[in-house]
């Protein structure tokens, strides 16, 4: 089942990653082990591609309590390859739990994560829980590492896979970072990703990367406000 349709792993990818590892601060697909702080929020939109699907996406985010995040998302992708070219409408949910969160040394966690899309009136489910480990340098350099597994229904068949991905987060200036991580299923080769965020202004910030993997490129852009 796992890349009958690149535009349905591009959907769950840009939702949520249950089709990779789950996405961190933006560009990057793997997570951090972090929260936002108890009654902050976000909003994020962003375009990606995936060999040649090219979407939009859209997600809100808030913590309700400390060391717990929900997250909910709205996808559309086009399938060029696909004649005639097909579009692909996806919606997902996630909840973020991270009880050991620290500002140098480890922070751990998990997520759970849900996500439907739909094509030509099939849809697909995927259910993913993911453990989220960050180490903080004194620095400010974050390394990230994701392990999880995640199952994917449709039409009443179901497969199971395990899920892995390591980045890291580099500062060159405070406002100014630069990204790079490999991340992967079972099944699958790795993809590689290398990207930039820039914060043009208290908690808004834009970035962007490109990858490669699996015999194609895929690429990301967008904008995400803290507040």
Same mark, same amino acid.
């Given at each position: 089942?796992?890349?009958?349709n690149?535009?349905?792993?591009l /959907?769950?990818?840009? /939702? ?6 789950? !996405?961190?601060e !933006? *560009?990057?697909?793997?997570? %951090?082990?972090? =929260? ?6 976000? $909003? ?6 995936? %060999? ?17 995040? $929900?997250?909910i998302? $709205?996808?559309?992708?086009? %399938?060029?390859?696909?004649? *005639? =070219?097909? =579009? ?10 991270? *009880? /050991? ?14 996500? !439907?899309?739909?094509? +030509? ?6 259910h ?15 390394l990230?590492? #994701?392990?999880?597994?995640?199952? +994917? ?8 896979? #395990? ?22 299923? +079972?099944?699958?080769? *790795? %993809? ?6 820039? +914060?043009i ?10 990858? !490669? ?6 690429? #990301? ?7």
């Amino acid at each position: 089942m796992r890349n009958l349709n690149n535009g349905i792993a591009l /959907l769950a990818a840009m /939702l949520f990653g249950a089709a990779g590892p789950v !996405r961190a601060e !933006r *560009p990057m697909n793997v997570d %951090d082990a972090g =929260t936002l702080d108890k009654g902050g929020a976000k $909003l994020e939109f962003g375009w990606a591609k995936d %060999d040649e699907t090219r979407g939009i996406e859209g997600a809100a985010g808030y913590a309700p309590i400390d060391n717990l995040e $929900l997250e909910i998302g $709205l996808g559309r992708a086009r %399938d060029h390859s696909a004649s *005639p =070219t097909e =579009t692909i409408h996806g919606h997902g949910l996630a909840v973020k739990w991270v *009880p /050991l969160q620290a500002e140098t040394g480890l922070s751990a966690g998990l997520k759970y994560e849900y996500g !439907r899309d739909r094509v +030509e009136g099939v849809s697909t489910r995927v259910h993913a829980l993911s453990g989220l480990l960050t180490w903080a340098f004194g620095g400010g350099q974050l390394l990230h590492v #994701n392990l999880g597994r995640e199952i +994917e229904r449709e039409r009443g068949d179901s497969e199971e896979a #395990n899920t892995w991905g390591a980045g890291l987060d580099l500062p060159l200036t405070e406002q100014f970072h630069v990204v790079a991580e490999t991340f992967g299923a +079972e099944g699958s080769g *790795p %993809d590689r990703a290398a990207g930039l965020r820039y +914060e043009i202004a208290e908690g808004l910030k834009i970035s962007g990367a490109v990858g !490669r993997g699996n015999h194609r490129n895929f690429a #990301n852009a967008g904008i995400a406000w803290e507040f």
